[in-house]
């Protein structure tokens, strides 16, 4: 008999439960058509601001990066321009120096600093160790003083 007034009183207390739930569910009015209105407002102002702060942001990084490839360009043209290296003197030069120039082989850098003292870089086509052209190629690169 306990157990049967037990069972009876847990169905009483889920159905005053479920009526209760109920009751509230009925008292909560949904939001009607101007309070949707301006949370839809309020939600468009806020992803607004946080567009342009994003924009702002956007704009300063590239900036930023406009000036820093400004700025490298401006360090490779000063390079270029004032990056000249200095000529190669025929009558000091090691033959790892010679061989640096274009079309100097091994062979012919030997050959260069075995016809040494040179008074003139074009010492070299006149004792023809090298042709006009091949000189042509290494004039602006070599002195002779």
Sequence with gaps: ???GRFALIKKFQFWIGAGVLILAAGCNNPPSDQ???Q?????TQQVKQGAQQAASQARTAA???????????AGVKQGLQSGTPTPINLNT???EQLETLP????????????ERPYA?????????LLSQEQFDQISAKVTAP
């Excluded at 949370?39 to 939600?43: I, L, V």
């Design 1 to 3: 008999m306990a157990n």
């Design 35 to 37: 309070q949707i209105q």
């Design 39 to 43: 949370k839809a407002a309020q939600t």
């Design 63 to 73: 900036a930023n990066a406009e000036d820093k490839i400004n700025a490298v360009a």
């Design 93 to 95: 030069a090691s033959t």
């Design 103 to 114: 079309g100097i082989t091994p062979a012919k850098a030997h050959r260069i600093i075995a």
């Design 120 to 128: 003139a870089p074009g010492d070299l086509v006149r004792r023809n």
